[in-house]
């Protein structure tokens, strides 16, 4: 887990599964989730977009490595906590919340 804040009703996820990044937005309980197609090397920069009408991209570098169509952005500010490296209540998405971040985040 990277950086999350919301659950089961409304949120937003960006994490690593199996080095591969993932970004899952949530809202009305319906769950979009974008993945890159593979794993960055090394140190990057990862930047995630959720626009308006609802294009979602994951970007490594600058470069987009995903995209999608999602839900558009969140009708209300998530009620969970906002997360960096865990995801201390309920997911957002279908994964593990209990992984923590191990690499450096800046």
């Given at each position: 887990?990277?950086?999350?804040?919301?659950?089961?009703?409304?949120?937003?996820a960006?994490?690593?599964?199996?080095?591969?990044?993932?970004?899952?937005?949530?809202?009305h309980?319906?769950?979009?989730?974008?993945?890159?197609?593979?794993a960055?090397p090394?140190?990057?920069?990862?930047?995630?977009?959720?626009?308006?009408?609802?294009a979602?991209?994951?970007?490594?570098d600058?470069?987009?490595?995903?995209?999608?169509?999602?839900?558009?952005?969140?009708?209300?500010?998530?009620?969970?906590?906002?997360?960096?490296?865990?995801?201390?209540r309920?997911?957002?998405?279908?994964?593990?919340?209990?992984?923590?971040?191990?690499g450096?985040?800046?």
């Open positions: 887990m990277i950086v999350a804040q919301g659950g089961i009703a409304r949120g937003y960006l994490y690593l599964h199996e080095g591969k990044p993932v970004l899952a937005v949530r809202e309980q319906r769950l979009v989730c974008i993945t890159a197609s593979q960055p090394g140190r990057f920069r990862l930047e995630a977009r959720l626009a308006r009408g609802g979602t991209s994951l970007a490594v600058g470069k987009t490595v995903a995209s999608g169509q999602g839900p558009g952005l969140l009708a209300a500010q998530p009620k969970e906590d906002f997360c960096v490296g865990c995801e201390k309920r997911t957002v998405g279908d994964y593990d919340g209990k992984a923590l971040f191990k450096v985040l800046s």
